[in-house]
Nanobody
Framework: VQLQASGGGLVQTGGSLRVSCAAS????????IHWLRQAPGKEREFVAA????????YYADSVKGRFTISRDNAKNTVYLQMNSLKPEDTAIYYC?????????????????WGQGTLVTVSS
């Protein structure tokens, strides 16, 4: 199984960006896809998650109302639409998969982990 994150870039404060996580290698209907992020010099943190089957979503308080996670099952791709971006959203964004929704940030807690995409929000 491979997770390929993409779509990061540079955006101004208040702007929007959409990052994607494409999964390949097997079927994923029983899994939950997570987005986590790690800013320079800071601890990794949970951002959002979505179930492949059913589409239940979960968000960190810091992004509720600004970020939206969604999935395209036909493309095996999960998206994170980020609006009203702030400089504190600057981080490497990782996608990861586990059988259950979780807010654990340790990479070992996830069955699959992608390489990350950098999002930079300028002030």
């Amino acid at each position: 199984v491979q997770l390929q994150a993409s779509g990061g870039g540079l955006v101004q404060t208040g702007g929007s960006l959409r990052v994607s996580c494409a999964a390949s290698g097997r079927t994923f209907s029983s899994y939950v896809i997570h987005w986590l992020r790690q800013a320079p010099g800071k601890e990794r943190e949970f951002v959002a998650a979505i179930r492949w089957s059913g589409g239940s979503t979960y968000y960190a308080d810091s992004v509720k109302g600004r970020f939206t996670i969604s999935r395209d099952n036909a493309k095996n791709t999960v998206y994170l639409q980020m609006n009203s971006l702030k400089p504190e959203d600057t981080a490497i964004y990782y996608c990861a998969m586990s059988p259950y929704p979780r807010k654990i940030v340790d990479q070992g807690a996830y069955d699959y982990w992608g390489q990350g995409t950098l999002v930079t929000v300028s002030s």
